[in-house]
């Protein structure tokens, strides 16, 4: 493990909020890292400062105190704008809801990152229809978000985090809305993703199915790392 | 950016019925604003044709202070004459020029047996002055003025009222003549009566052949005015001072400097139509911010995943733009095809007031046709259309700006 790449780093992090004459503690000094090719769950009740961390994590919410880089850039030293660039260029998102851009059709949506980046459109094409069929999405690439299924919207989601094969693939509760069938399958798909393109993988979860499937899991309590251990099963 | 124009213009057609619904609202803002301007400047022209026609024409050379003094000695002779005309024959390859009008001017009094008025005795030359000054349309009774005519006047219809005259019959003119005091006095037979549609002009005014009122106000070959007419106004400013410098020694004045009050009246009439215009495009205004921010404050979450997935504020900023400029775009064409398509209607069968209003259309002494011909320029056309495309663009600035800042954070939550 010393030897593997560090994707994500956070050193002492806290993240407070002031609520009316409140001050929330969301994140309490937590401290944590993820090597290259990781099937890391978050788990935790709903409160817990899940979702806090992985905004955290990619720049999206900026920490109250304490560190945070992903791979060797140090995230609190950059504005939005780079902070914008290096998401694109680094982390995938799979997100519970809201997932596409729903003027968009399948293959577009998959697209979009390679796009952004700037990658030419042949290489973005064939790059774009092999993760749609890796994904199960062959056939369905020309359908907008509103004439696909929860499933099938998570699994063109899943094809977008990946197709630029970045760095780290952060995923909130991503079988949150899905039925059981859909939920084992795409957990499936993304543990299989994980192994063959070696895709550090760090989602947030309070599902005991999803936990079962994870490699390592971290579990939170009022912000606070409890308990930070691998799975037995995939030690 | 191809992803950025992608995604504005789907966004666009996301909700159909209020997009299509806001460019039709702009359209025929902007179809209503080219009307306006079409009929308003039309009606202008028109009045400025038909006051230029009667009264200096669209550029005047005389004597200095003739413009605001008159006086019956204030002549150009001969060779002032010649100087103006070698200057019009230099200019015309630049400005075509329709027609030379030489006129004298006298105040007099003109008698029947049922009574006198006081007249504007003007000397024309019939033939130019029948086709320039389109008397052929205005006689209302008896012939026009020829080149046999002698002592024979067109009265205006006023003042064949007044002095109970018709065609055939006679009169006396007084006036005093160039040079002395003494005043000159001649009979003379009216050959037509006109209607000029100025109001003033046919309460007081005799025509009479130039030669014949150079006799009778012992001008010899002085005349106290040349008139030019050319195709429309709008250089007739350029061309008075072309003229002023060609001629300094002699009044050279444009139409607008000949009749100031003409001028006021169409500035003041145009400041009542860009108050109307002000008020239309606020009302537009409105539906296009209400229409460009409901877009982007119920796309609040999207813009969140778009900033998560690594869209830089500009990019959300210029996206919205880009909405707001396919929006201004659709309107804009559909505006000006709609615009375009009733001016070319009005500009062919005009727009009959006479509908609206009876009697005679007159302001600042001016009666003008009751149809208005739309006049639409190039330049109006292009005004209007920048004109909302910015207002589009602005209130798109707003929305835009909130785009570039909704980078939800909390777009996962808060566990």
Known sequence: MGSKEMILRLQDVSRMYEQGQETVRALDNVTLSLEKGEFVAIAGPSGSGKTTLLNVAVGLDRPTQGKVWIRDHYLNSMNTHALARLRLEEVGFIFQSYNLVPVLNAEENAELILLLRGVPRQKRKTAVLQILEEVGLAGLEKRRPSELSGGQQQRVAVARAIAAEPALVLADEPTANLDSETALSLLKLMEKLNQEHATTFLFSTHDPRVMKRAHRIIHLVDGRVDRDEPQPSHG | ?415
């Open chain 2, 1 to 415: 950016m191809w992803i950025v124009l992608k995604i504005a213009w789907r966004n666009l057609w996301r909700k159909p019925r209020r997009t299509v619904l806001t460019v039709v609202t702009i359209s025929l803002g902007l179809a209503l604003l080219l009307i306006f301007f079409g009929i308003g400047d039309g009606g202008h022209n028109q009045m400025i044709e038909a006051a230029v026609r009667m009264g200096s024409g669209h550029v005047v050379i005389q004597q200095k202070e003739y413009h605001a003094k008159g006086g019956i000695d204030r002549l150009l002779d001969i060779a002032q004459k010649q100087r103006a005309e070698e200057w019009i024959r230099d200019m015309e390859p630049l400005f075509p020029i329709q027609h030379i009008l030489m006129r004298t001017y006298a105040s007099g009094l003109a008698s029947s047996s049922d009574g006198s008025a006081g007249v504007q005795i003007i000397g024309i030359e019939p033939q130019s002055e029948r086709v320039a000054s389109r008397f052929d349309d205005k006689l209302i009774a008896g012939d026009f003025l020829d080149s046999m005519s002698g002592n024979e006047v067109i009265l205006g219809e006023g003042v064949a009222q007044r002095l109970d005259l018709g065609v055939g019959e006679k009169m006396v003119l007084m006036a005093q003549g160039a040079g002395s005091t003494e005043i000159q006095s001649q009979l003379v037979r009216v050959k037509g009566i006109l209607r000029t549609g100025l109001e003033e002009s046919d309460q007081t005014l005799v025509l009479l052949p130039l030669a014949a009122s150079q006799e009778f106000l012992n001008l010899g070959e002085g005349i106290h005015q040349v008139a030019i007419l050319m195709s429309h106004s709008g250089p007739s400013t350029q061309v008075a001072e072309m003229g002023k410098k060609r001629l300094p020694s002699l009044e050279v004045l444009s139409w607008g400097e000949a009749m100031p009050e003409l001028v006021d009246f169409i500035r003041i009439d145009n400041g009542g139509n860009y108050i109307m215009n002000i008020v239309l495009f606020l009302l537009i205004a409105f539906t296009v911010l209400n229409t460009l921010l409901m877009s982007v404050l119920e796309r609040g979450k999207e813009f969140g995943l778009l900033h998560s997935l690594g869209l830089t504020p500009i990019k959300r900023f210029l996206m919205i733009l880009l909405e707001a400029t396919f929006m201004a775009a659709l309107s804009g064409l559909g505006g000006f095809g709609i615009g375009y398509a009733l001016h070319l209607y009005l500009n062919i069968h005009g727009l009959p007031l006479d509908l609206f209003y009876s009697g005679e259309l007159s302001a600042v002494g001016v009666t003008f046709d009751p149809v208005i011909y739309s006049d639409l320029s190039a330049g109006r056309i292009f005004s209007s259309l920048a004109l909302v495309f910015l207002l589009t663009l602005t209130l798109g600035l707003a929305p835009a700006w909130r785009a570039a800042r909704s980078g939800n954070i909390h777009l996962l939550g808060r566990t």
